[in-house]
């Protein structure tokens, strides 16, 4: 004879039977959602400060940018004045040097388009303009030499220069006891701009003939 016994199976109670036969089924139950009232935008806040900060290291790359670009423009400017200056010196100066002191003189004796005398008579020979009255844009001030397919002024002074007992060079001042040499002082002074004319650069230098 077998002892076991069959087992049957237990009738499935609803959970909400179990529940409420130990006291949960009407328990409240929290809620998932939240107030807005508790809702202070912090991330909002947050975020704004955070796109001021880059906006303004963005604002001061961009000036501090520019900024040295234009630096950078003006020494380029600065340098080429000074490179086209030295140039129509030079330009100058082989006009010194390549003339007789006859013609060169007679040159400088006319008193006009960039050539001038400084040991006549102001009467007969207006006296030479300096580089702040002169007009480097008449033709009949200042004479003109081509650089790169542009024109840039300069003017040559014969100058009144004696010579002193010591052997110095006095400019301007009378014959100390010592005969006018033959040799003839000529003071060159050339006009070089920049790109945008607003780099200026002027250049003197004396030769003796």
């Known amino acids: 004879m077998n002892n ?14 179990r529940l409420n036969s130990i006291g949960l089924e009407n328990m409240p139950r929290a809620s998932m959602q939240v107030n807005p009232a508790y809702q202070s935008g912090a991330v909002l ?3 704004l400060v955070m796109l001021l900060l880059l906006t303004l290291i963005g604002t001061t790359g961009m000036q501090t940018t520019s900024l040295e670009e234009k630096m950078v423009g003006n020494m380029r400017d600065q340098n080429n004045a000074f490179q086209i200056a030295e140039t129509v010196l030079r330009a100058g100066e ?8 006859t013609s060169l003189a007679t040159l400088c004796g006319l008193c006009t ?3 001038y005398d400084s040991s006549t008579d102001a009467t007969a020979c207006p006296q030479p303009p300096n580089w702040q009255t002169i007009d480097w844009t008449d033709p009949s001030q200042v ?9 840039y002024a300069y003017y040559i002074e014969r100058l009144d220069v004696s010579v002193s007992s010591d052997g110095n060079l006095v400019a ?12 003839n002082w000529y003071r060159i002074t050339a006009r070089g701009t920049g790109s945008m004319n607003n ?6 230098s004396t030769y003796t003939r």
Do not use: C, K
């Not at 780099?199 to 003197?204: C, D, E, G, I, P």
């Open 4 to 17: 076991q016994q069959a087992v049957r199976p237990r009738a499935s109670t609803p959970l909400s039977e």
């Open 45 to 47: 806040i947050i975020s």
């Open 94 to 101: 082989a006009i010194v040097q390549a003339a007789t002191p």
């Open 113 to 115: 388009n960039g050539y």
């Open 143 to 151: 004479a003109t030499y081509n650089v790169n397919g542009t024109n």
């Open 172 to 183: 301007g001042t009378p014959v100390d006891g010592v005969a006018t040499p033959s040799t």
């Open 199 to 204: 780099a200026v650069v002027l250049l003197q």
